[in-house]
C-alpha cells in the first residue's frame, strides 16, 4: 500500500540554525515527491517537487530536500531557519497505482528567536 | 495568492443538512481535486476531476458528491452532514500531469451543529 510518514509531530529549531523535516514513503513504481507548507488559516502552498533526475532539489523560500532511494526518504531541509518558517509541512508522494497524491499526517516547525 | 478560489469561506450548518462547496480552479489547470482536513484524519484526498471527467477517487463518503462543469468550475456536495463531518474543506488545481503541482485554494470551514 502506498504510504508517507512524517514520524515528527513537531520540530523545534533556533532561528539561525539548520532544519530537518523528515520524510519516508513507500510506493510502487517511481515516486514523484512534494513537499507543501500551510500557515495558520490558509490553503497549502508549494515548496518543491523530485519527480526524476538530482537527487537534491531546490525549492522556494531557500528549502531544499533529498532524494534517497535506497532509504525511501525525502527529508526536508533549509541551512538557516527563520522565525517565518513556523508553519506546519506536509510530504506527499504520487501514486500512479491509484493515481492519487497522499499526504503525510504534517509536521509542525517552530522557529524561535 | 494561488489564483484558486472557493466560496464560501465559512459555513455552519445543521446536522442532516446539505450544502454545496464551490471551487474554480486556476486559468488553464483542467484538473480539480478536493481534500478534506480534519484535526483526527488529516488531510484526506476525496475525488480528482480532469476536464469534466471523474479521475481518481479517494476516501469520498457517498453521502458526498461531485462534479466539474464545463467552465473547468467544480463543486462538492455535501449531504445528510454529521457533527463529523465539520471540517476544512480544500480545492487544488493542477495541470493534469502526474507530476504537476497542485495549487491550493483557502479552503471551506464547515462546521456541523
Known amino acids: 500500500a502506498q504510504s508517507v510518514a512524517q514520524p515528527e509531530d513537531q520540530v523545534n529549531v533556533a532561528e539561525g540554525n539548520p532544519l530537518t523535516v523528515k520524510c519516508t514513503y513507500s510506493?510502487?513504481?517511481?515516486?514523484?515527491l512534494f513537499w507543501y507548507v500551510q500557515y495558520p488559516n490558509r490553503g497549502l502552498q508549494f515548496l518543491l517537487k523530485?519527480?526524476?533526475?538530482?537527487?537534491l532539489v531546490k525549492g522556494s523560500y531557500g528549502f531544499e530536500a533529498e532524494f534517497n532511494k535506497s532509504q525511501t526518504s525525502f527529508h526536508l531541509k533549509k541551512p538557516s531557519a527563520l522565525v517565518s518558517d513556523s508553519a506546519l509541512y506536509f510530504c506527499?508522494?504520487?501514486?500512479?497505482?491509484?493515481?492519487?497524491?497522499?499526504f503525510g499526517q504534517g509536521t509542525t516547525l517552530q522557529v524561535k528567536p | 495568492d494561488s489564483g484558486v478560489t472557493q466560496t464560501p469561506k465559512h459555513l455552519i450548518t445543521a446536522t442532516g443538512q446539505r450544502v454545496t462547496l464551490r471551487c474554480s480552479p486556476r486559468?488553464?489547470?483542467?484538473?480539480v481535486y478536493w481534500y478534506q482536513q480534519s484535526l483526527d484524519q488529516g488531510l484526506q484526498f476525496l475525488i480528482q476531476?480532469?476536464?469534466?471527467?471523474?479521475?481518481a477517487k479517494g476516501n469520498i463518503l457517498e453521502r458526498f458528491s461531485a462534479q466539474q462543469f464545463p467552465d473547468l468550475h467544480s463543486e462538492l456536495n455535501l449531504s445528510s452532514l454529521e457533527l463529523g463531518d465539520s471540517a476544512l474543506y480544500f480545492c487544488?488545481?493542477?495541470?493534469?500531469?502526474?507530476?504537476?503541482?497542485?495549487?491550493f485554494g483557502p479552503g471551506t470551514r464547515l462546521t456541523v451543529l
Open positions: 510506493v510502487s513504481g517511481n515516486p514523484y
Open positions: 476531476y480532469y476536464n469534466g471527467e471523474e479521475r
Open positions: 523530485y519527480i526524476t533526475g538530482d537527487n
Open positions: 486559468s488553464g489547470d483542467l484538473s
Open positions: 506527499a508522494v504520487f501514486s500512479g497505482n491509484t493515481g492519487k497524491l497522499i
Open positions: 487544488a488545481s493542477s495541470g493534469g500531469s502526474d507530476y504537476n503541482e497542485q495549487f
